[in-house]
């Protein structure tokens, strides 16, 4: 459940609470509002009632009946109990009979007043009929509006917390395209009201750049140690071929080629880590049109030597459209070269293929292999930086291929992947098609 329903529900219980505590309030009130009303037309109508009754020839009775009736309200019921019992009665009366006393009371569905008067009590009384229909009527406006209310509630609270999300929505958005595309350069937006959520995204933004002169500066030091690497390294092969050639020993011979050998992992080590450095950076890279069809048959050709070398069958099928990408085509053909030269690496026999076909607006290009695949815990890692899933994988490359073909990839804005299959592996490669350029 989302933040913003959470959010919306709280409230919606909130208000729903409310009301019901102010629906019972009411209610309460009401009834204690209109009970004492009643309780005062009662006492009223003893007042006017009690100079009527006397006590005659020794008999209790209430006198002059037609002055007093006209003052009092129609459902009104006068009661006069001596000694005896019930003496007189004016209206309707109750059932059952109540006892005489004084003060107010409730019998049945009447409430009664009683006073003392010439040693006789005098009720008065009146249904409560009126009384419960009047709450009733209450309870039946809550019921309706209590409900829509609550309703009411739930929509606006929606609407509301959506608004109160917007910020946190376009943060985490933002956030996640940074972290995708690696954009460490770039600060989160800044709300324009300066609230928490103001203060939150300055910090994640004195974060990232706390980060990004982090990483440059570890990009530059790779950068600069690969570039002051190569020349002695150059410099050291030519001298050890030169040796190999005045070379007529046979022992210092398997010695030269043995160094000759580490000297070329190492110069082609260094070569990756620079072009690793400058393809993160993005130094030194184009965006212009380019075919994909026309690079991936070019570098398949150029590499399909090696593969029949190993005795490989290198398959190749592509899109029969042509599919135009945005970049740079040294930095993509390095990248292409990279996986295949990985897949090479890693299939004993068997079969590569290379397959490039339009999926929506972007261009897949895939290269699975015959090979043993990937180990399970590995898939996560393998386009970390000298990540190697084996031991034994250190004694054929540097672990930098697959890190530099996701630092080319994610530069033009594609995304990479690795996968197994029930007899290889794969790696796949999205890259955005130019806008217009497929049909």
Same mark, same amino acid.
């Given at each position: 459940?989302?933040?913003?329903?959470?959010?919306?529900?709280?409230? /919606? $219980? !909130?208000?729903?609470?409310? &009301?019901?505590?102010?629906?019972? %309030?009411?209610? =309460?009130?009401?009834? +204690?509002? #209109?009970?004492?009303?009643?309780?005062?037309?009662?006492?009223?109508?003893?007042?006017?009632?009690?100079?009527?009754?006397?006590?005659?020839?020794?008999?209790?009775?209430?006198?002059?009946?037609?002055?007093?009736?006209?003052?009092?309200?129609?459902?009104?019921?006068?009661?006069?109990?001596?000694?005896?019992?019930?003496?007189?009665?004016?209206?309707?009366?109750?059932?059952?009979?109540?006892?005489?006393?004084?003060?107010?009371?409730?019998?049945?569905?009447?409430?009664?007043?009683?006073?003392?008067?010439?040693?006789?009590?005098?009720?008065?009384?009146?249904?409560?009929?009126?009384?419960?229909?009047?709450?009733?009527?209450?309870?039946?406006?809550?019921?309706?509006?209590?409900?829509? /209310? $609550? !309703?009411?509630?739930?929509? &606006?609270?929606?609407?509301?917390? %959506?608004?109160? =999300?917007?910020?946190? +929505?376009? #943060?985490?958005?933002?956030?996640?395209?940074?972290?995708?595309?690696?954009?460490?350069?770039?600060?989160?937006?800044?709300?324009?009201?300066?609230?928490?959520?103001?203060?939150?995204?300055?910090?994640?933004?004195?974060?990232?750049?706390?980060?990004?002169?982090?990483?440059?500066?570890?990009?530059?030091?790779?950068?600069?140690?690969?570039?002051?690497?190569?020349?002695?390294?150059?410099?050291?092969?030519?001298?050890?071929?030169?040796?190999?050639?005045?070379?007529?020993?046979?022992?210092?011979?398997?010695?030269?080629?043995?160094?000759?050998?580490?000297?070329?992992?190492?110069?082609?080590?260094?070569?990756?880590?620079?072009?690793?450095?400058?393809?993160?950076?993005?130094?030194?890279?184009?965006?212009?049109?380019?075919?994909?069809?026309?690079?991936?048959?070019?570098?398949?050709?150029?590499?399909?030597?090696?593969?029949?070398?190993?005795?490989?069958?290198?398959?190749?099928?592509?899109?029969?459209?042509?599919?135009?990408?945005?970049?740079?085509?040294?930095?993509?053909?390095?990248?292409?070269?990279?996986?295949?030269?990985?897949?090479?690496?890693?299939?004993?026999?068997?079969?590569?293929?290379?397959?490039?076909?339009?999926?929506?607006?972007?261009?897949?290009?895939?290269?699975?292999?015959?090979?043993?695949?990937?180990?399970?815990?590995?898939?996560?890692?393998?386009?970390?930086?000298?990540?190697?899933?084996?031991?034994?994988?250190?004694?054929?490359?540097?672990?930098?291929?697959?890190?530099?073909?996701?630092?080319?990839?994610?530069?033009?804005?594609?995304?990479?992947?690795?996968?197994?299959?029930?007899?290889?592996?794969?790696?796949?490669?999205?890259?955005?098609?130019?806008?217009?350029?497929?049909?």
């Amino acid at each position: 459940m989302s933040l913003r329903l959470r959010l919306t529900l709280f409230y /919606a $219980l !909130l208000v729903g609470g409310v &009301l019901l505590l102010a629906g019972v %309030g009411l209610r =309460l009130g009401l009834e +204690r509002i #209109l009970r004492s009303e009643l309780d005062q037309s009662l006492h009223a109508a003893l007042i006017l009632a009690g100079p009527w009754v006397n006590s005659d020839n020794g008999q209790l009775s209430l006198s002059q009946e037609g002055e007093l009736l006209p003052q009092l309200p129609p459902d009104l019921t006068l009661l006069l109990f001596g000694p005896q019992g019930l003496v007189e009665a004016l209206g309707k009366k109750p059932q059952p009979l109540p006892s005489p006393r004084e003060g107010c009371f409730t019998t049945g569905s009447w409430r009664l007043c009683g006073r003392t008067v010439e040693k006789a009590t005098l009720l008065a009384g009146r249904p409560l009929a009126g009384l419960e229909e009047s709450l009733a009527a209450l309870d039946r406006i809550l019921w309706v509006v209590a409900p829509g /209310a $609550l !309703l009411l509630a739930l929509g &606006l609270g929606y609407l509301l917390m %959506g608004r109160a =999300l917007n910020p946190v +929505r376009l #943060l985490t958005q933002a956030a996640r395209e940074r972290a995708v595309g690696r954009i460490w350069n770039r600060p989160l937006p800044e709300p324009a009201v300066r609230d928490e959520l103001f203060t939150l995204s300055r910090a994640f933004n004195e974060l990232l750049q706390s980060l990004g002169e982090l990483i440059e500066s570890e990009r530059r030091f790779t950068q600069d140690a690969a570039h002051e690497l190569r020349t002695p390294l150059t410099v050291l092969l030519g001298r050890l071929e030169q040796a190999q050639e005045e070379n007529r020993d046979p022992q210092v011979a398997r010695a030269l080629e043995h160094a000759h050998r580490s000297a070329g992992r190492m110069l082609a080590l260094v070569e990756k880590l620079l072009h690793l450095a400058r393809a993160e950076a993005g130094q030194g890279l184009l965006r212009e049109p380019l075919l994909l069809n026309r690079l991936l048959a070019e570098e398949a050709e150029d590499l399909r030597p090696l593969f029949e070398a190993k005795g490989l069958a290198l398959r190749v099928f592509l899109w029969e459209e042509p599919l135009e990408v945005m970049g740079d085509r040294l930095a993509l053909g390095l990248a292409l070269r990279n996986l295949l030269e990985n897949a090479l690496k890693f299939t004993a026999a068997g079969e590569v293929r290379l397959t490039l076909r339009k999926e929506g607006q972007e261009a897949l290009l895939q290269v699975e292999d015959t090979g043993g695949g990937f180990p399970e815990e590995a898939l996560p890692h393998v386009f970390q930086r000298f990540y190697q899933a084996r031991v034994e994988h250190r004694r054929n490359g540097s672990g930098l291929g697959l890190a530099l073909v996701a630092a080319i990839v994610r530069w033009h804005g594609g995304t990479v992947k690795a996968a197994n299959l029930p007899q290889g592996a794969q790696i796949g490669v999205r890259l955005p098609l130019r806008t217009g350029s497929a049909r």
